[in-house]
């Protein structure tokens, strides 16, 4: 494989699994942002105890705030660790019980997430660039 295919792959694998995961995480920051500090309160899954609330926001930067730094290859394994923890949880306690079929969205982002953190950005990345200076 020449160089250049494989950082274009590492670039398709880091941006395009994001970009997607951006469209439910958006949803879920909008849902914190209209939610938060009413009388009704956060309602989403508790986990591990944390509260709705606490739960909520770190499924929001994992799901919007750390796609957004993948896709700009900005600290990419570490933004891809929170992204695959949370479909990690979504997919093993969430969708535990569930068929196969409700959870294979979240295995494929896992492991999109796992590959990128193992991976890493690639040279057409901010990663990259900072690491040139």
């Given at each position: ?52 609330e606490v739960s909520l926001t770190l499924t929001v930067l994992a799901e919007l705030v750390a796609p957004a730094m993948m896709i700009l290859g900005f600290k990419t394994r570490l933004a891809a660790i ?52």
């Amino acid at each position: 494989m020449t160089p250049t295919l494989h950082h274009a792959g590492l670039l398709l694998l880091r941006t395009l699994p994001s970009a997607i995961m951006m469209t439910h995480g958006w949803p879920k920051f909008l849902r914190l942002v209209e939610q938060i500090g009413t009388e009704a309160g956060v309602k989403f899954f508790d986990f591990m105890g944390l509260g709705p609330e606490v739960s909520l926001t770190l499924t929001v930067l994992a799901e919007l705030v750390a796609p957004a730094m993948m896709i700009l290859g900005f600290k990419t394994r570490l933004a891809a660790i929170p992204a695959a923890f949370t479909m990690g949880v979504a997919a093993f306690v969430v969708h535990g019980g569930d068929p196969l079929g409700d959870k294979e969205l979240a295995l494929l982002y896992l492991v999109c997430f796992a590959a990128v953190g193992a991976l890493g950005a690639g040279k057409w990345s901010l990663d990259a660039v900072l690491k040139r200076r």
